[in-house]
């Protein structure tokens, strides 16, 4: 494919050929600009030229355009489950998600989390630490339920083996080769 | 119903859950007909965005048809097919009232610097997304944008936030006639925002990515210059000889955190997490701009910090604006881009995957198999109705 990789017409290399270099000057003033004869061809071209068909300028507006006039308060949504909301807000939204409430022990580090302001690092950190142990409990919600988590499957090796399968084969090897170290290591270890 | 469930990082699958209930008057029940994985459902597929929890059916981008409304719904009825946009907006906020549909106060109780997405992890608000049977739609009568009859399933899927995006992308580089356009990104928010580009008057597109077939494809789709970041010494450098040593006039940064093309943003964005992401390509963006020049960023990070190099964008007189698409604003003019031919969204769907098989998908899409660049999925209950339409008209 022709890209452009390779600079032209005014590609300017450093020649250090002892103090010597191209001059900045020799290169235009002004960036060079295609004329509209030049970019007529282009689907399309300058039809919101105009800053006024576009149509988030200014970023501001009002009245709104597009949806129901404001309103002054809205309907608060009942609390049937537990909402973690942040300390930067002078208590819940009208409107707000229920989808997965804490729970378990990811659940008790959420609501820990949620102690600390968003501005504060140890939010977002105690956060992300709750992620990964909120994975170990997947797998062990699913094996209370009698199902073993098809793990390959939900990575997606199905399509890896139909698109990929030079790469699936050379990440199962690594993957053999660094579990056939580990248990050599370990049983060298075990000797000693 | 079937939906999408996320079980950690890159592990997903299809699972039954319950149906999605109304919660509030102003909710809606739509049956979704399509919904598109985005390159932002990424971000959380890897693991990089905080509080996604195992469980949760991710998808912003869907259509729909509504099956059932609350109490205080007054503009949409059972029945209507709707576009739904990525952000969940209450219309009435100090920020809806300004048209920042994208910036909504009151529909995210868990943080306050985003507003509600669908499917986008309890940090966007805690909302099961669209990779589904069935979701629900809060604030009904606000959000929802009826589907026109002349206008097709597959592109209205694409107006919920990959077109809206990526012409927001170039609006905020506020171009003029002329102007050198630099576009990082060859994914789908990339190609809509060099098209987008071209409609704002740009007078040169370059699209930069390290993927050969993307940048084929946006080479061809969107009459755009290319280059592969891997095949040159240095991004900023390459950029300013393609521009008489000036820089480009606007850059957009159309990738975010899981961005390539830097051992160290890398090691400490993506694999240490020790930033909210690589910032490589938002690096590039400020490096690569002219002096006095415009940096737009469409790009997710995470909610916490990245390395970048603010010095530059202040010693240059940068301008930098950001933001999520305010989806719903922007509607009525991209649909007259489509009626009049100048954007043809669904032409970049290049996969219509059962929602059944949504590992594969992911897998596919993330790893960039198969050529892909926008994979759709289609829930069973869609493709019953498709058939028994299609067995009506025989």
Redesign the interface.
């Known amino acids: 494919?022709q890209?452009?990789?390779e600079?032209n017409p005014?590609?300017?290399q450093h020649h250090h050929n002892g103090h010597t270099h191209e001059h900045?000057q020799d290169?235009?003033k002004e960036?060079?600009?295609?004329t509209r004869e030049q970019?007529a061809?282009?689907?399309?071209?300058?039809?919101?030229?105009d800053h006024k068909?576009?149509?988030?300028?200014p970023?501001?507006?009002?009245?709104?355009?597009?949806?129901?006039p404001?309103?002054?308060r809205?309907?608060q949504?009942?609390e049937?489950v537990e909402?973690?909301?942040?300390t930067?807000?002078p208590g819940?939204?009208?409107?707000?998600?229920?989808?997965?409430p804490p729970s378990g022990l990811?659940g008790m580090m959420?609501r820990v989390a949620?102690r600390w302001a968003?501005n504060d690092?140890r939010h977002?950190l105690l956060?992300?630490a709750?992620?990964?142990v909120?994975?170990v409990?997947?797998?062990a919600?699913d094996l209370a339920k009698g199902k073993v988590?098809?793990?390959l499957?939900?990575?997606?090796?199905?399509?890896?083996w139909?698109?990929?399968k030079a790469g699936l084969v050379k990440k199962a090897f690594i993957a053999g080769a660094v579990v056939g170290t580990l248990a050599y290591l370990m049983r060298d270890r075990e000797r000693r | 119903m079937l939906a999408m469930n996320y079980r950690g990082p890159y592990r997903v699958r299809a699972d039954h859950k319950p149906d999605p209930v109304i919660e509030h008057p102003g909710d809606a029940i739509v049956r979704v007909l399509r919904s598109c994985i985005c390159g932002s459902d990424l971000h959380l597929y890897h693991g990089m965005v905080p509080d996604t929890r195992v469980g949760h059916t991710f998808g912003h981008e869907f259509v729909g048809e509504v099956v059932d409304i609350g109490s205080g719904v007054q503009n949409l009825k059972v029945g209507d097919r709707v576009l739904v946009p990525f952000n969940l907006f209450c219309g009435s906020c100090f920020f809806c009232e300004r048209e920042l549909y994208g910036n909504c106060h009151n529909t995210n109780a868990q943080a306050t610097a985003v507003g509600g997405i669908y499917g986008y992890s309890h940090t966007a608000g805690g909302y099961d997304g669209g990779q589904a049977e069935y979701v629900r739609v809060p604030m009904a009568d606000v959000g929802p944008y009826v589907i026109p009859d002349d206008i097709h399933i597959e592109d209205a899927v694409l107006l919920t936030d990959a077109v809206p995006t990526g012409y927001q992308a170039a609006e905020m580089g506020d171009i003029a006639e002329g102007d050198t356009v630099v576009v990082f990104g060859a994914g789908p928010v990339g190609i809509f925002a060099a098209k987008s580009a071209w409609l704002m008057g740009a007078g040169r597109v370059i699209v930069v990515d390290e993927v050969e077939y993307r940048l084929e494809f946006v080479k061809r789709f969107a009459q755009c210059e290319v280059v592969n970041f891997r095949e040159v010494n240095d991004m900023a450098e390459h950029i300013k000889k393609m521009t008489d040593w000036m820089g480009a006039d606007v850059t957009i940064d159309c990738v975010g955190g899981d961005a390539a093309g830097s051992i160290a943003q890398t090691l400490t964005g993506r694999l240490m997490k020790m930033q909210a992401g690589a910032s490589t390509v938002l690096h590039w963006a400020i490096n690569s701009v002219r002096k006095g020049g415009n940096v737009s960023i469409v790009g997710v990070y995470g909610p916490t910090f990245n390395a970048v190099p603010i010095g530059n964008a202040l010693n240059k007189g940068l301008t930098l604006r950001m933001n999520q698409a305010s989806v719903k604003r922007h509607l009525p003019r991209l649909i007259e881009h489509i009626r009049a031919g100048r954007l043809n969204p669904k032409e970049i769907i290049t996969h219509r995957i059962p929602l059944e098989e949504v590992a594969d998908a992911y897998h596919i899409f993330s790893s960039k198999l198969d050529e892909c660049i926008k994979p759709v999925l289609i829930p069973p209950s869609a493709r019953e109705v498709t058939a028994v339409k299609a067995s009506a008209q025989q």
Not at chain 1, 41 to 49: K, S, Y
Not at chain 1, 59 to 68: D, T, V
């Open positions: 494919m890209t452009s990789n600079v005014h590609s300017h900045q290169y235009p960036p060079q600009r295609p970019l061809h282009i689907n399309g071209w300058g039809a919101d030229l068909n576009r149509p988030a300028v970023m501001e507006r009002k009245p709104p355009r597009f949806i129901p404001p309103v002054d809205l309907p949504q009942p049937n909402v973690l909301v942040s930067e807000r819940i939204t009208p409107i707000f998600g229920t989808a997965q990811s959420r949620f968003e690092l977002w956060l992300l709750a992620d990964r909120n994975v409990e997947g797998v919600e988590p098809n793990v499957g939900e990575m997606g090796i199905k399509a890896e139909q698109h990929n």
